[in-house]
């Protein structure tokens, strides 16, 4: 059959030029030899005057095309030119149908086999560059020309497609080489909707991988609930990732010293449990790609652990979640945070931009344990998780007990204010707050720091002739007031000299005691000098008043001060038994002398002149007696001191002398009398 299909191909020769085109060639598909299958259609032709086909092969476009068989079944639409060499040379075909009734030849349109020519630049890239079947395109071609890579050999793996009415010719495509040093086989392919398929020639190269993987995608960093620090990152997008090393921080934030850590095979490991605390301070992480070549990647953005720390805020009552910051996504995270209670389930409590919370729902003696939770915005899978940190806290007790246990009064424009504090509970001092009134308003007028002990003491120095308002307040270590005590005041005393040689007293009430008032005792001061003794104890309850006969006392210096002392009563809670007291209030009698006319020196009786003087202050006391020519003839500075009718050691003569009597007087002036004295012999 062979020699006969050239023998009528001789015999009929060339097509001519210019007879049309009615049928197509479909497609033209390369054989791993060189040969290659042309697949037409019989679009346009009648069997009835079919005779054969011609098919005709040229190496170059412009020709010449030489026939190269002669098929003489109508329904074959096939035929392979075993010796086209088309896996080193370009192959260009058309048909010519042969009438049987001697009519012109019929041409099909030329196409030419796809010829792949692929180039190593030694870029890490193979550049393939190949033609169209035809131009225009076939119609019933699709337009997308399928690139196959082969690798391993006999594996043909599709990697991408080239839309040929773009119109860029020749086609080209560059593929990255993912292999460290092999052949690497390409072929193109072109679908026709007949069914048929076009493939060019096999092309290849020994190629070497130059270029670096991708830098990894690093996902997150977390530390898991047994406190190592895992990691997980996305499967590199180079396929010849061979595995990835982890690298660790070793040095500062400053001046980081970047040390690999450890080693994850393969190119879908994309997790590691590094084995390092998590527990203290964040530890930062690089990843970098390495692929079968030793093409290490550039090192990937780094991750840092979360850290978390927790502290009572003892003022605030809450706890402060102190996280740190999260980087790595590009994005500002998204924050929550998780709290376990008495080691219950973790529970939400909060969400925020900040990687900081507080916690004010809180219970004294409770355990609390707490982890912050980082989320991408942008992809909310990828989260990081910092270990959790757990705490305590306990309420410091409030004092048990402020109690003014004495306002008394020390001296003039002094008061001392004794306080019973709580010494347990741990407070920064206490505040002594004074008024006018008992509803105040009351006014800070000093603090002492706590010591420690149970007892706070003030000094105050107002007047002590008007009542005054005590609180002590207890200030925390929050500078907060924690414990008031009771409202104390202190005691005024008020005294009158009357004209019946009485002093009257008059005092206010004490308060407040937990065990009341007992009793007032009465205090006096004569000549300067304090009774050792209460000249007098009045009962609490009756009237706060006492008259004082003072005229058995008419030899002092007429100056009388009281003291008042209220005694505590039994029956305080905390077993005290206090005194407290008052202002010393001072009055004066009136100073008066009664003065003979004339005394007799040797008589028996009235051997002595002196005044009799009553409430008279030594103080700017003088006695004076003149004769009758004026010359001082006895002088005394002591009330109670007697002329003896001597002068100058003799015995005075008989007759009127003159004397002459100053004191001082209560107002502060001073008093005179001047009169005379007879003395007789």
């Known amino acids: 059959m062979r020699l006969i299909r050239l023998l009528l191909l001789f015999f009929f020769g060339l097509p001519l030029a ?31 005057d079919f005779r054969c086909y011609f098919l005709y092969h040229s190496t170059s476009a412009a020709g010449p095309f030489s026939p190269i068989d002669s098929i003489f079944i109508y329904g074959d639409t096939s035929e392979v030119h075993a010796t086209a060499l088309a896996n080193t040379n370009p192959a260009w075909y058309y048909l010519a149908f042969k009438s049987a009734s001697g009519a012109p030849d ?119 609930g047994a406190g190592n620090i895992v990691m997980g990152w996305s499967q590199n997008t180079s396929p010849d990732t061979r595995y990835y090393e982890i690298q660790i921080n070793t040095g500062s934030s400053s001046a980081p010293v970047w040390t690999p850590l450890d080693t994850a095979f393969g190119i879908g490991t994309t997790y590691l449990n590094s084995g390092i605390d998590g527990t203290g301070a964040p530890r930062d992480f690089k990843i970098v790609a390495v692929d079968s070549c030793g093409n290490q990647s550039a090192q990937s953005v780094m991750h840092s652990s979360l850290q978390v720390q927790v502290s009572f805020l003892i003022c605030e009552k809450a706890i402060e979640i102190l996280c740190t910051s999260y980087g790595g996504w590009g994005v500002a995270p998204v924050y929550e945070c998780y709290r376990s209670t008495n080691g219950g389930p973790e529970v939400l409590i909060a969400t925020g931009n900040s990687s900081s919370f507080r916690d004010t729902n809180i219970v004294s003696g409770t355990n609390y344990c707490y982890k912050v939770r980082a989320i991408d915005p942008a992809n909310t899978t990828r989260t990081s998780t910092s270990y959790r940190k757990c705490i305590t806290p306990v309420f410091p007790p409030p004092p048990a007990y402020s109690y003014i246990r004495k306002v008394s009064v020390l001296e003039e424009n002094t008061i001392r204010i004794e306080g019973y504090v709580d010494p347990v509970s741990p407070v920064s001092g206490y505040e002594l707050l004074r008024a006018a009134s008992a509803a105040g308003p009351f006014t800070s007028i000093a603090f002492k720091a706590d010591d420690g002990t149970d007892r706070v003491v003030f000094f105050d120095n107002p007047s002590t002739e008007q009542v005054w308002y005590y609180k002590i307040v207890t200030i925390d270590s929050c500078g907060l007031q924690a414990k008031e005590s009771q409202v104390s005041r202190s005691i005024v005393a008020t005294a009158a000299a009357e004209g019946d040689f009485t002093n009257f007293v008059s005092w206010t009430d004490y308060g407040d005691w937990l065990g009341g008032i007992d009793r007032f005792d009465i205090y006096r001061r004569i000549n300067g000098t304090v009774e050792a003794f209460p000249i007098a104890t009045i009962p609490y309850g009756a009237t706060a008043e006492y008259r004082d006969s003072v005229l058995r ?79 001082e003839i006895f002088v005394s500075d002591n009330p109670q001191q007697s002329w003896d009718g001597a002068s100058n050691g003799k015995l005075a003569p008989p007759a009127v002398y003159i004397y002459l009597i100053e004191y001082n007087s209560p107002e502060g002036g001073k008093r005179r009398k001047l009169g005379t004295i007879t003395l007789i012999r």
């Not at 210019?18 to 697949?39: E, I, M, P, W």
Request: a negative charge.
């Open 106 to 224: 019929i041409l099909s349109d030329t196409a030419s086999a796809i010829f792949l020519n692929v180039i190593n630049p030694n870029s890490g890239f193979a550049v393939m560059n190949w033609n169209a079947l035809r131009d225009p395109l076939i119609a019933t071609n699709s337009v997308y020309y399928r690139l196959y890579r082969e690798f391993p050999t006999g594996i043909f793996t599709l990697i991408d497609s080239v839309d040929a009415s773009l119109g860029i010719r020749p086609m080209t495509y560059n593929d990255l080489i993912a292999i460290c040093n092999d052949t690497v086989r390409y072929r193109i392919e072109v679908a026709d909707q007949g069914g048929c398929t076009s493939r060019s020639n096999r092309d290849g190269e020994n190629f070497r991988d130059l270029l670096p993987p991708d830098i990894p995608q690093f996902d997150s960093v977390s530390v898991d």
């Open 553 to 631: 006392d008419f030899l002092s210096d007429g100056e009388f001060c009281y003291i008042i002392e209220a005694i505590e009563g039994a029956g305080n809670p905390y077993f005290f038994l206090d005194s407290v007291r008052s202002n010393e209030v001072c009055v004066y009698q009136e100073p008066f002398s009664f003065i003979p006319n004339a005394f007799h020196p040797g008589g028996g009786i009235n051997e002595t002149f002196r005044p009799f003087n009553g409430f008279v202050n030594p103080e700017g006391y003088t006695f004076i007696v003149f004769n009758r020519w004026g010359e």
């Open 18 to 48: 210019g007879v049309a085109q009615q049928f197509h060639v479909r497609c033209l598909s390369v054989g791993n030899t060189g040969d290659v299958t042309v697949t037409w259609d019989r679009n346009g032709l009648s069997p009835a």
